[in-house]
């Protein structure tokens, strides 16, 4: 595998179920993202980690929850999740924060 | 902080036409500047970025950037679109120094109709 790696590609969950995202980056990147897209608004970045320390948190409720074990993986936990939450989630790496980012091709959730 | 505008949410063009599509940043540092592009059910892929050096960037796509620092500009431009171009392009920017946190566009929507 190279790139950024995401799975699943695309999930259904209800209100009361625990689900995880996981992200897998093959290009030996220090920095990691979790970022929000949904119609019609803009990108939203949620966490930045580099060196596997979180350095950013935006505001995001506390329902999602980021796990960063190694430089090379990425979680993002979910609990109680609301209908909107539904949207596609994109992790991304870069070299190092602030330049060029490498995105995976994202999940697609759905919650009910 | 810095923020960055894109000032055309949908842009329709015809197969082999030229585009502009328009990117304004506003920031108290220098700043790193990219454009990505975004395929219907894909992530963001990279398609150019400023670092340093010429202001003038390119893609391999036949796609072309100009950093522009009086305008605080980086339209991306190409001569001749294809079907193939239609998607969605998103400008970001990132401060050089302290803040990391990148900030992107709404984006826009390239349309190309043959």
């Known amino acids: 595998e190279t790139g950024v790696t995401q799975t699943p590609r695309h999930l259904v969950m209800g209100m009361t179920n625990k689900k995880s995202l996981k992200c897998e980056q093959h290009l030996g990147h220090n920095a990691m993202y979790w970022y929000k897209q949904s119609a019609k608004k803009p990108l939203e970045l949620m966490f930045v980690?580099?060196?596997?320390?979180?350095?950013e948190n935006n505001s995001v409720p506390s329902r999602f929850s980021p796990e960063c074990p190694n430089s090379s993986h990425l979680f993002l936990h979910l609990h109680t999740l609301q209908p909107e939450d539904s949207a596609l989630y994109l992790c991304a790496s870069s070299a190092k924060p602030g330049v060029e980012q490498y995105f995976g091709p994202g999940t697609r959730l759905t919650v009910t | 902080a810095q923020s960055v505008t894109q000032l055309d949410s949908q842009v329709p063009v015809f197969e082999e036409a030229p585009v502009e599509l328009r990117c304004n940043y506003s920031s108290s540092v220098s700043v790193y500047l990219f454009w990505y592009v975004q395929y219907p059910n894909q992530g963001l892929q990279l398609l150019l970025k400023?670092?340093?050096?010429?202001?003038l960037v390119e893609s391999i796509n036949g796609f072309e950037a100009e950093f522009n620092k009086s305008q605080t500009s980086f339209h991306l431009r190409k001569p001749s679109v294809h079907i193939s171009d239609t998607a969605e392009y998103f400008c970001a920017v990132s401060a050089t120094g302290g803040s990391y946190i990148p900030t992107f566009g709404r984006g826009t929507s390239l349309i190309v109709h043959p």
């Open positions: 400023y670092l340093s050096g010429s202001t």
């Open positions: 980690y580099n060196f596997k320390e979180q350095t």
